[in-house]
């Protein structure tokens, strides 16, 4: 599991540290969460490197709203430049990361810092190239119909948030939301917009752009995400109408099948779940803690109502006294 991660998810259940360090902590765990998934979102071929038949489009361009053939044929060349340059920063990026793995042992000399201060100055240089390559076919009036403009768009923004644009990232992602309501890319991209509101603190915007996922979203694993930051935006917000729709947010990450191990979901699965727990431990009617919890599943329901029974019983306990010292 990533460090970044791990931290992100064993800070998740405190609720009275500073809003904006939760902000930055769960704004990583969900950047890192969508750069997983961020090929398949652009378009990327599947591994083994097979290119997708005439046969095999033909069903993706319909569900886009019939994409213009001839549009798309000419989008098809900007699209290839742009995911190599996109595949080439991601290679410079696992290359940085273990060059900083080498530094943080301690066994980093000379030699490793200036090829860190090369691969940084190549990967700006990149980046820069790939969102350039992402604008020309999202921004030329020829290629609106073209079936690859939407994942275009997620994928420039993605560059312009890593970039630190965040302020052009959400103009492009709500450019996409926009202009192409209807593609698989819409959810990913609200999702990405509710991310950026919980950074900035604008947590109602948040909620919102997180319901707006989920009305779209299709996958478990997208759902979850938005759950997941829905679930800390209304924490964020506070009072008793919004904590508790905040563990009906958690519930129904719970209602969800288990997510593979060792993926960010897997974390966001066990971090739900602990923090479902504390939050009706706090804040949950126990009189009503059976029901609520018969609606979170037979297969994790039980033992997460076991568990705040359980916190329950020990807060009900009187405190041992203390023995004086011999």
Request: glycine share 8%; aromatic share 4%.
């Amino acid at each position: 599991m990533s460090p970044v991660v791990q931290r992100a998810a064993e800070s998740a259940g405190s609720l009275t540290e500073p809003r904006r360090a939760a902000a930055r902590r769960v704004a990583a765990f969900m950047a890192l969460a969508l750069a997983s998934g961020g090929c398949a979102a652009q378009g990327a071929p599947a591994r083994g490197g097979a290119e997708p038949s005439a046969s095999a489009l033909a069903p993706a361009r319909a569900a886009r709203g019939g994409a213009e053939p001839s549009a798309s044929a000419a989008a098809e060349p900007l699209v290839r430049h742009a995911e190599s340059l996109s595949r080439r920063y991601r290679a410079i990026g696992v290359q940085l990361f273990v060059l900083d793995q080498v530094a943080e042992a301690g066994a980093a000399g000379a030699r490793d810092a200036a090829r860190r201060a090369a691969l940084q100055t190549e990967a700006a240089r990149v980046q820069r190239d790939a969102a350039a390559a992402y604008a020309a076919l999202v921004d030329a009036p020829a290629l609106r119909a073209a079936e690859q403009r939407p994942p275009a768009l997620l994928a420039l923004a993605r560059a312009l948030q890593d970039a630190g644009d965040a302020r052009g990232a959400e103009a492009r992602l709500r450019q996409l939301t926009l202009e192409h309501p209807a593609s698989r890319e819409a959810p990913e991209a609200y999702l990405a917009l509710a991310d950026l509101a919980f950074a900035a603190g604008r947590l109602d915007e948040a909620v919102s752009a997180c319901d707006c996922a989920l009305r779209g979203a299709t996958g478990t694993a997208l759902r979850k995400r938005a759950l997941y930051v829905k679930s800390w935006s209304l924490r964020g917000i506070g009072g008793r109408g919004a904590t508790e729709q905040a563990m009906r947010a958690l519930r129904a990450i719970v209602q969800l099948d288990p997510a593979p191990t060792g993926s960010p979901e897997a974390t966001i699965d066990e971090a739900a779940e602990r923090e479902l727990v504390e939050l009706y431990a706090a804040h949950g009617d126990l009189a009503q803690a059976r029901a609520f919890f018969a609606g979170a599943g037979e297969r994790a329901g039980p033992r997460l109502l076991e568990e705040v029974e359980a916190r329950a019983a020990r807060r009900g306990r009187p405190e041992p006294l203390d023995r004086p010292a011999l």
